[in-house]
């Protein structure tokens, strides 16, 4: 049994449903990466395991992590196992923090919470954490308030809350996004290293396909509430198949490829409300056909190249730019 | 191209909240600033998180006032925060903020948040503004159905454009723009970039782009300063500083860009402690963690200066680091 396993989770809210059905594996120690269009339901997926959502959101299917069923479980219960087990990294770093509590205190306090740490052990420890994370400085930084932090170093702040509880998952969403690029190549090396110590399993949830390629194994490209393509990192990224992720991948600027105007996926995403009735890519895909807008496609196995949910995915011998690393 | 801003001499300092033994200390977060920004360009901010980029967008717009030194914009200096000149200026001018959730009212619906400029500046009243509006929910690529939803309701890309959505709305002439595409996928990315980049095309529009997304910089930007710790290192132009960093410190950013399908090889992963502005290392603030420093570095602060037609501050560029002829 898979260490996490997530099965046909839906989310609605409203009476609209933007997650449609979320079939995801996640193997002890498996970094898995989580990508696609800006709303699709990435965080949603995430905060519907954890019983983060507001109540006015309709939450089916299940969640276990070790066997422990999360969805319908009690606060109580969900909370003894996401504080053992999970720590999440959110996306919005300054709503994360407490504005008016000083950041070291906030990272002792998930060290007792989770470790039990107290005092003295407690400061060190949290100031060992602001050091592994980067943050120069941590002795005296220690008793400073968020405002007092530059937009990176809250996400690094929060890592370091994050990796307190010395987690058997960790879920990251969006974690190195404000994050220069040679302290987020720290940072990646240090999740790397962290979950070959630690066996540590995560979710890396991220627009930088770039990262996402770096640290994870696998990775899921979601569309419009759905897993579209999931697969091996070198598979994926040399030969995507489902058409929006290598419209995604075509999306991506190059350092080298100067100010040549960027390629970008034409049309918008459907609204939730009024979903196509087919392949929810269809009326922006190329390659759709009446099937597509028909039926619904279903993610399966494609030969050999993991799985894919379209009718007509792109051929494997096709070139791609991904083929040109740049 | 004429200067639309000059910087001379920019430093901004704050002092930190009190510790519990009481003390507070300053530390400079832009210490000594003298960039131009020229009408119609896109100038490119990038370096380490906490160098000061965000703080020195803020003066460049003239919201906080430094600490020393002067802004002059269209030749004229900066009027002090919250005056009747300068809330005059405030249309011209606008930030697309590193943070969309702190920049958005949480009680106003995506509509009434783009709206607002236009309503303070008296620029668009009636089915005018709700035209406008309507215009700018499609040109960042949100959906008009999500014209009356909260910003708690959007996801993190969607918040992001109703930020951006805002700051064009009393088509400005300036705009700073922190970290404004970091949260967007890729394909929305490039929609906001080619964006601006009509903007600057169409109608002239001067940006300061601040990111960490090197791929993107190199798209947008004509020209890319590249700051550490305060100071900026390097000024050249996107194609000159990309192909041919000179700044030991650029070398080692250009150089980590992740690569799709490179792992982490190929990087110069900097060694030793960020710095740390509150205790700036002696002379070139880069010295603790560079390969190619000596005593001299440690020394002396090296001028941003000429180096065979580029900017860099680098007392090595002179002998060790030549580039060959
Ligand atoms: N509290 C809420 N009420 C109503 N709709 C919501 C709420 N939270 C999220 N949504 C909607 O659910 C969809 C999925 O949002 P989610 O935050 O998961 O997107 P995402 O994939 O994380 O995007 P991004 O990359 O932009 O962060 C979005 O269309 C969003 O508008
Ligand atoms: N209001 C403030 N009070 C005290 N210190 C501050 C304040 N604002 C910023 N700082 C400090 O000034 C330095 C520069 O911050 P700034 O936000 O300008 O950095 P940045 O280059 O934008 O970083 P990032 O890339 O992480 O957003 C940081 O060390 C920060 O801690
Ligand atoms: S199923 Fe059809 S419409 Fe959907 S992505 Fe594949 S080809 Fe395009
Ligand atoms: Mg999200
Ligand atoms: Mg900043």
New binding site residues.
């Given amino acids: 049994m898979p260490f996490v396993s997530v099965r046909d989770l839906k989310v609605a809210f409203d009476g609209v449903q933007v997650l449609h059905g979320i079939d995801l594996d996640i193997g002890r120690g498996e970094a898995v990466g989580l990508v696609g269009e800006s709303g699709c339901g990435k965080s949603v997926t995430w905060l519907a395991a954890l019983g983060l959502l507001p109540g006015k959101a309709k939450v089916s299917g299940s969640v276990t992590v070790d066997g422990q069923e999360l969805i319908g479980a009690s606060p109580r219960r969900i909370e003894a196992v996401r504080g053992a087990k999970i720590a999440m990294i959110f996306q919005d770093p300054s709503s994360a923090l407490n504005p008016v509590h000083r950041v070291g205190r906030q990272i002792c306090e998930n060290l007792r919470l989770h470790r039990g740490l107290r005092g003295d052990a407690a400061r060190a420890e949290a100031i060992r954490l602001m050091d592994i994370v980067g943050i120069p400085s941590a002795n005296t930084r220690f008793d400073l308030y968020p405002h007092e932090f530059s937009g990176g170093q809250c996400q690094r702040v929060l890592i370091a809350m994050a990796l307190a509880g010395a987690p058997d998952l960790l879920i990251a969403d969006e974690p190195t996004t404000a994050l220069d690029a040679t302290i987020q190549a720290q940072i990646l090396d240090l999740l790397s290293n962290l979950r070959r110590q630690t066996g540590m399993a995560m979710v890396f949830i991220s627009h930088d396909l770039g990262a996402v390629s770096t640290v994870c194994d696998r990775a899921a490209v979601m569309y419009a509430g759905r897993i579209i393509e999931a697969n091996d990192i070198s598979q994926l990224f040399a030969a995507p198949r ?3 992720t290598r419209g995604l991948f075509d999306a991506i600027p190059y350092l080298d490829a100067g100010r040549a105007r960027l390629s970008l996926i034409p049309g918008t995403v459907p609204d939730p409300r009024h979903l196509p009735q087919g ?1 929810a ?2 009326p922006r ?1 190329a ?3 009446d099937l ?1 807008r028909d039926y619904q ?1 279903e993610l399966k196995e494609q030969a050999g190249t993991g799985l894919t949910a ?4 792109i051929p494997t011998g096709s070139a791609s730019r991904q083929e040109v690393f740049a | 191209m004429s200067a639309l801003l000059q910087a001379k001499g920019l430093i901004q300092q704050y002092s930190t909240a009190k510790t519990f033994l009481g003390k507070t200390s300053t530390m400079r977060a832009v210490d000594g600033i003298n960039l131009t920004v020229r009408e119609g360009e896109i100038l490119g901010i990038v370096g380490e998180s906490g160098s000061g980029k965000s703080t020195l967008g803020r003066l460049l717009l003239g919201l906080e006032s430094p600490f020393k030194g002067k802004i002059l914009y269209r030749g004229h200096p900066m009027p002090e925060p919250r005056t009747a000149a300068w809330r005059k200026l405030r249309a011209e001018m606008q930030l697309i903020f590193q943070d969309p959730l702190s920049a958005l009212d949480r009680r106003l619906t995506v509509s009434a948040q783009i709206g607002e400029p236009l309503e303070i500046h008296g620029l668009a009243a009636g089915s005018e503004r709700a035209e406008r509006v309507a215009e700018l929910i499609a040109k960042v690529g949100l959906r008009q159905d999500q014209a009356g939803s909260y910003p708690h309701e959007l996801s993190g890309g969607q918040r992001q454009r109703v930020v951006i959505a805002r700051a064009l709305a009393s088509n400005p002439r300036f705009l700073v723009c922190d970290e404004p595409v970091s949260a967007l996928d890729v394909s929305i990315q490039a929609q906001v970039v080619n964006l601006l980049r009509d903007l600057q095309d169409r109608e002239g529009l001067t940006m300061v782009f601040i990111s960490h997304d090197l791929k993107v910089v190199r798209n947008i930007c004509d020209r890319v300063a590249v700051m550490y710790l305060g100071r900026i290192v390097e000024e050249a132009s996107s194609d000159a500083l990309f192909s041919d960093p000179r700044h030991p410190y650029t070398r080692a950013l250009v150089s980590s860009v992740p690569k799709i399908g490179a792992g982490l090889h190929g990087r110069i992963i900097l060694q030793g402690e960020p710095p740390n502005p509150a205790a700036r290392p002696s002379g070139c603030a880069f010295h603790p963690r560079c390969r190619f420093a000596d005593a001299d570095c440690a020394a002396t602060i090296p001028e941003l200066e000429r180096h065979d037609g580029r900017l860099a501050a680098c007392r090595k560029l002179r002998h060790t680091l030549r580039p060959a002829a």
């Fill in positions: 489902h058409p929006y392949c890519f269809a895909c390659r759709a056909g597509c496609p379209c009718f007509h995915p």
